[in-house]
């Protein structure tokens, strides 16, 4: 199972941009996804996450930002608004995924993406 994340890039301060994050591989269900990012010279962070429970995001993107998902794509975006120069950050997906062993049995991880880089210039 791989998690590949993309749609990071350059943008003004004020703009958009949406990210992605797709499961790929023996991939039977995902019960939990969620956006991290970390700034230069922080700790990684919690941006939001979606899951049975619902979505809920950091108090900093709050009303800003949306996690959405499609469970029969096993994918994950991330609609970045009102971007502000302490978004930029590495963003990194995150999922706890149900996958097929090489045996056929099921087993539960959790799983990264590689990154993706959102810069946002002021």
């Known amino acids: 199972v791989q998690l590949q994340a993309s749609g990071g890039g350059v943008v003004e301060v004020g703009g958009s941009l949406i990210l992605s994050c797709v499961a790929s591989?023996?991939?039977?269900?995902?019960?939990?996804m969620a956006w991290y990012r970390q700034a230069p010279g922080q700790e990684r962070e919690l941006v939001a996450t979606?899951?049975?429970?619902?979505?809920d995001y950091n108090d900093s993107v709050k009303g800003r930002f949306t996690i959405s998902r499609d469970n029969h794509r096993n994918t994950a975006w991330l609609e970045m608004n009102s971007l502000m120069p302490d978004d930029t950050a590495v963003y990194y997906c995150?999922?706890?995924?149900?996958?097929?062993?090489?045996?056929?049995?099921?087993?539960?991880?959790?799983?990264w993406g590689q990154g993706t880089l959102v810069t946002v210039s002021s």
């Open positions: 995150n999922a706890d995924i149900w996958a097929w062993g090489a045996r056929g049995g099921l087993s539960k991880s959790e799983y």
């Open positions: 979606t899951g049975i429970r619902g979505t």
């Open positions: 591989g023996s991939v039977h269900a995902i019960d939990y």
